[in-house]
């Protein structure tokens, strides 16, 4: 079972576009994250969001609690974009994350 | 970046031999966790920690033991390692549930 799911699995896109990546969950949560993974493998802390939006440079995130379900848009994709894209969750009840497989994102320039 | 340190870095070993990786911390966090990561898996929890001798199993704790002694200190051993451990091994801390920092990972290869 798997309490996240991302999708696209992979994405690949020209620089400039604009750039969706979709979670969904299945667990009550009291947030969701969104991390950043580059290749040689530093995961990173992009968003944690319990509602609404929230918006960091030309990263924007949203969710939606009542349809379980998050967003993680680029504007303007750039190569230095290119990365895995992780949705993790906090469920309700204890202390761990559960996270998504991961969405790989490739920025052409 | 949060002060958080994995060693080794990289590790071949062979199968049946004991293996023990490090996450060190300097930002005096309680919560400690350890994760693989593996192609067409999430991060999977392997153990965590919410004080100094206090761990807990996480989804795929078989095969693996932690301790805790000290605050900063984490450690992961794999008593026999098989080739099903091969994998990246992640260390996180956090204080709270809300934001958990991670270490830069351990790439290990059992042949």
């Known amino acids: 079972k798997n309490e996240v799911e991302q999708s696209p699995q992979n994405l690949t896109a020209q620089e400039g576009e604009f750039i969706t990546i979709n979670c969904s969950y299945s667990v009550g949560i009291s947030a969701l994250h969104w991390l950043q993974q580059h290749p040689g493998g530093g995961i990173v802390s992009l968003f944690m969001l319990s509602s609404g939006k929230k918006k960091h440079g030309r990263l924007i995130a949203t969710i939606n609690i009542q349809e379980k379900h998050s967003s993680l848009h680029i504007t303007a994709s750039h190569p230095r974009d290119s990365a895995v894209y992780i949705c993790?969750?906090?469920?309700?009840?204890?202390?761990?994350?559960?996270f998504g497989t991961g969405t790989s994102l490739t920025v052409i320039p | 970046d949060a002060g958080i340190t994995q060693s080794p870095r990289h590790k071949v070993t062979e199968t049946g031999t004991p293996v023990t990786l490090r996450c060190h911390q300097t930002?005096?966090?309680?919560?400690m966790y350890w994760y693989r990561q593996d192609p067409g898996h999430g991060l999977r929890l392997i153990h965590y920690?919410?004080?100094?001798?206090?761990?807990d199993k996480g989804e795929v704790s078989d095969g693996y033991s932690v301790s805790r002694s000290k605050t900063e200190d984490f450690l992961l051993t794999l008593e026999s390692a098989t080739s099903s451990q091969t994998s990246v091994y992640f260390c996180?801390?956090?204080?709270?549930?809300?934001?958990?920092?991670f270490g830069p990972g351990t790439r290990l290869t059992v042949l």
């Open positions: 920690s919410y004080g100094v001798k206090d761990t």
């Open positions: 993790a969750v906090t469920p309700n009840t204890g202390n761990q994350f559960y």
């Open positions: 930002e005096n966090h309680r919560y």
């Open positions: 996180a801390i956090s204080e709270s549930i809300h934001t958990q920092y």
